[in-house]
């Protein structure tokens, strides 16, 4: 079965310096990768998309790489802030796969000032 | 623009008990889900829409029943509560299937 790895661990780093997290998956080719920020008691916000055929898209201080052949998705916070600080999900559009979008467990930054 | 609202946001149940939760989106989206979030478990889709009065079973969808007989109105429905329940549910909408997916503010529910 396809399964979506982050890191469960909390990524604690300095404010200033470039955050990145790592999505990982198994088993299939999604059509689009997706990354989602979570805060505390609230729901998912949609932040970046990226397609199969693109190998990196950006957005601010945001940057995806999408790579097909590892089967990994890299998720870059530049010049990283306390505001940052949240839970970072990505998800993977699965359409050889009953249509679903599945989410990964998502990975807790924190940046300290 | 209120974008998806969940209805209630808070919910105790007993055991065997029957309730709905209500999703509403005004930005007139064709799809629509319900994921469930638990510790250690992440998000994990229980039914979605495809459209007025389709639905279709997601990755955990016992126990659970869905309706969309509006377009902006996504039902879920727990015909007799357990306690494996428990869980922060969660309604998504989305202009095109499986993209940029709008999530509502959660419903916390507990089942005793």
């Known amino acids: 079965s396809q399964k979506i790895e982050q890191n469960s661990e909390a990524l604690n780093i300095q404010e200033g310096k470039t955050a990145t997290l790592t999505c990982n998956y198994t088993?299939?080719?999604?059509?689009?990768l997706q990354w989602y920020r979570q805060d505390p008691g609230r729901g998912p916000v949609f932040l970046l998309l990226?397609?199969?055929?693109?190998k990196e898209k950006r957005k601010e201080r945001l940057k995806v790489t999408f790579d097909t052949t590892l089967k990994q998705s890299l998720f870059h916070i530049t010049a990283s802030q306390p505001a940052d600080s949240a839970t970072y999900l990505c998800?993977?559009?699965?359409?050889?796969?009953?249509?679903?979008?599945?989410f990964g467990g998502g990975t807790r930054l924190m940046v300290k000032p | 623009n209120a974008g998806v609202t969940q209805t209630p946001k808070f919910r105790v149940l007993k055991t065997g008990q029957s309730m709905t939760l209500l999703c509403a989106q005004d930005?007139?989206?064709?799809?629509m889900y319900w994921y469930r979030q638990d510790p250690g478990m992440g998000l994990r889709l229980i039914h979605y829409?495809?459209?007025?009065?389709?639905?279709a079973k997601g990755e955990v969808p016992d126990g659970y029943n869905v309706s969309r007989l509006k377009k902006q109105n996504f039902l879920l429905g727990l015909e007799s509560a357990a306690p494996s329940q428990t869980s922060v549910y969660f309604c998504?909408?989305?202009?095109?299937?499986?993209?940029?997916?709008?999530f509502g503010q959660g419903t916390r529910l507990t089942v005793v």
């Open positions: 998504a909408s989305s202009w095109v299937l499986n993209t940029e997916a709008f």
């Open positions: 088993n299939y080719s999604p059509a689009y």
């Open positions: 990226i397609r199969e055929n693109e």
């Open positions: 998800a993977l559009d699965l359409r050889n796969a009953g249509n679903m979008l599945t």
């Open positions: 930005m007139n989206h064709e799809y």
């Open positions: 829409s495809v459209g007025e009065g389709t639905t």
